[in-house]
């Protein structure tokens, strides 16, 4: 088996990102884009070319991997089951937060976790418009830029901040969590799990609480958060975080491994 070198994967996302993202930045047309499974869940010609521009070539990072993409999945091309395989994958997200990308805002990125044996041991998130990548190799710990990540403070309820949007979240979820959050210092709703990983795992934000499952969504920043000193979870119970295939559940991830269990109280209190 063959291992990726972080910097090489980090060239690539940035090769890629500087080909096929960027000069679309705020110049798509109509024909550009297009809806999958309903308004606002949309793809781009820059999601679609950047993700077959990166499936060789990280097959060619590490020869007999398997890549599971967003959009192949989205048209069918391999399926998610993919994940419960052994051996080496891939999992990648060309451009996260399709929506903001579509929208102008600079609030996207690009997302890849290399997983071996059902485990991530390498993530990358690339901040395109912002120049900086975060990676996270698995014990090793995770940087910024370059500069490595260290540890949060826990703060109390009252005073965290984090990222929530409602939008897909079943209730009574729904309501249980958004009284919960009115409780806390404030959550913004980011539209882009890149930027919501990558402010957890630098301790901007305090907790992140998701629901939709596509794991390409969160395998990546699982690895740099916890590598960071924090702690992913899913709620009630805090069963760790696994990159494969599931049903919708909401999962609360904190910049503070300590700070995890009180959030989770809080956020399971109205349920």
Not at 51 to 74: D, I, R, Y
Not at 195 to 214: E, H, S
Request: with cysteine; hydrophobic share 40%.
């Amino acid at each position: 088996m063959s291992d990726p070198k972080l910097d090489e994967v980090e060239a690539l996302l940035r090769d890629v990102a500087d080909r096929v993202i960027l000069p679309r930045f705020r110049s798509l047309s109509d024909g550009d884009i297009e809806e999958k499974n309903g308004p606002g869940d949309l793809v781009t010609i820059a999601d679609r070319e950047a993700e077959e521009l990166l499936t060789p070539a990280f097959k060619k990072l590490a020869p007999g991997s398997t890549v599971v993409g967003e959009e192949a999945v989205s048209q069918g091309k391999i399926s998610i089951d993919a994940l419960h395989s052994e051996g080496d994958l891939w999992l990648v997200d060309p451009v996260d937060g399709t929506w903001n990308f579509v929208q102008g805002s600079e609030r996207f990125g690009v997302m890849c976790a290399f997983i071996r044996n059902r485990e991530v041991v390498k993530s990358w998130i690339l901040f395109p418009v912002d120049g900086r990548c975060m990676v996270a190799e698995k014990g090793a710990g995770a940087t910024f830029g370059g500069e490595r990540l260290g540890l949060h403070p826990a703060k109390p309820w009252a005073e965290a901040r984090g990222d929530f949007s409602p939008v897909y979240v079943d209730e009574p979820y729904r309501s249980a969590f958004a009284q919960a959050v009115e409780e806390s210092a404030g959550a913004r709703a980011g539209h882009c799990s890149a930027y919501a990983y990558g402010d957890l795992a630098r301790g901007l934000i305090d907790y992140v609480v998701q629901y939709k499952m596509t794991p390409w969504d969160h395998a990546p920043g699982q690895l740099l958060v916890e590598e960071a000193g924090g702690r992913f979870g899913f709620l009630p119970g805090g069963e760790p975080y696994t990159p494969v295939g599931r049903g919708d559940r909401p999962m609360l991830g904190t910049a503070s491994a300590e700070a995890w269990q009180g959030y989770a109280d809080r956020l399971m209190a109205a349920t």
